[in-house]
């Protein structure tokens, strides 16, 4: 008991980040890391019941699905998934930065993630109103154009576009969730705030949800944009 | 500007590691080399469709393990962490045994529910639509028992 009350006085003087109710800085960082790792557990049961509906159906109208996904481009998909791949590791280098307590690296590389974060958007952006000008979204005016459904039936083409729309969406929300988390780190690190730069901790957890962005993009760009002929 | 790295503080126990940079970079050459095989991939027929979609997945997977190792540092983080991380995709993996019921539906005929029907997946959305059924006749998701 006397060692832990010592360690626990010494963990004081020297950590400014450590708070009180942990014993040292790896019993904190610990439980951050885990605590942000059971939000992305959440996050991944709440995206895998999504994954779920989209295998049963798809199972369900092969052809149907594969015929709509040809409206898709392969290309935007593709540039997409670079671009979120890049970002993926100019977090992970912002989060190697700010171990380093390098200011000015953490900055430059969230700044890129940003900057990555928009083009991922923009290009989502023009994709989607594509899809709209082809009235290929769910609803009643769906498959008003039925050269763009590529011969499938127009309630499994709307399910595959009910899933498109619902996942894409619910990923691209989480994008954007995500630049507005970067973009107040970067303010705390532009303003030299000690919540940032004494504890790396902090951009440690925002990179971590950066990367399980980039995570169900890696599993949502085959499934949806490169689908085998059934 | 670089002073006193955060992690280097052994005296705490290493409590976090400062990943190489070269690892970061080959990282992301080595996923987006795979990003290239999957779209080579999906262009080849490896037989049939269920195996195009499996080696689909599985390199989709592999990418996965190399972002959460490595980007995510799972790699170098405590074992509680570990253990919370392999539970929680385990989890998912359990989640999708809800499949088995579809695939099983054929051994419990429930009216509507028939996988034996021409364009009819065994499930509760016809093939066609509107449904030629009523939606009395539809709804019948029991049989008696006994």
């Known amino acids: 008991m006397a060692a832990i009350a010592s360690d626990h006085g010494h963990g004081h003087g020297h950590d400014e980040a450590l708070h009180h109710q942990f014993e040292d800085m790896e019993q904190q960082n610990d439980s951050y890391i885990v605590g942000m790792w059971t939000f992305l557990v959440t996050e991944v049961m709440f995206f895998g019941a999504l994954f779920l509906i989209y295998t049963l159906y798809r199972s369900m109208y092969q052809l149907d699905f594969y015929l709509a996904h040809k409206v898709l481009d392969t290309r935007m998909g593709m540039i997409n998934t670079f671009v979120l791949l890049f970002s993926s590791f100019t977090v992970a280098m912002s989060v190697r930065f700010a171990q380093l307590q390098n200011r000015m690296g953490v900055l430059a590389m969230l700044g890129i993630t940003q900057i990555c974060a928009g083009t991922f958007m923009v290009i989502k952006y023009f994709e989607y109103q594509e899809k709209f000008g082809h009235h290929l979204y769910p609803g009643p005016g769906f498959g008003s154009s039925p050269s763009y459904l590529n011969g499938a039936s127009p309630n499994f083409a709307q399910l595959y576009f009910g899933l498109y729309f619902g996942m894409t969406g619910l990923h691209g929300l989480h994008v954007l969730i995500g630049m507005i988390v970067i973009g107040y780190l970067m303010a705390k690190w532009w303003r030299n705030s000690p919540m940032v730069t004494k504890d790396y901790i902090p951009t440690e957890l925002v990179g971590l949800y950066w990367h399980f962005v980039d995570l169900v993009w890696i599993f949502l760009f085959p499934l949806m944009y490169l689908m085998p002929k059934p | ?146």
């Open chain 2, 1 to 146: 500007m670089a002073s006193t790295p955060l992690s280097s503080d052994s005296k705490h126990g290493g409590h976090s590691h400062i990943i190489n940079p070269w690892v970061l970079f080959f990282n992301m050459l080595w996923l987006m080399f795979l990003l290239v095989i999957t779209f080579i991939a999906s262009e080849f027929d490896f037989g049939n469709v269920i195996i195009n979609n499996v080696v689909a997945m599985l390199i989709a997977t592999v990418k996965a393990v190399f972002v959460i190792w490595i980007f995510m540092g799972v790699m170098h983080a405590s074992k509680l962490a570990k253990i919370w991380v392999v539970t929680g995709f385990g989890v998912l993996f359990l989640m999708f045994g809800i499949l088995g019921d579809y695939a099983t539906r054929q051994y419990e005929p429930v009216s509507g529910w028939e996988t034996n029907v021409p364009n009819n997946g065994g499930s509760a959305f016809p093939r066609e639509w509107p449904p030629q059924k009523k939606p009395e006749q539809v709804g019948e998701n029991f049989r008696p028992r006994g």
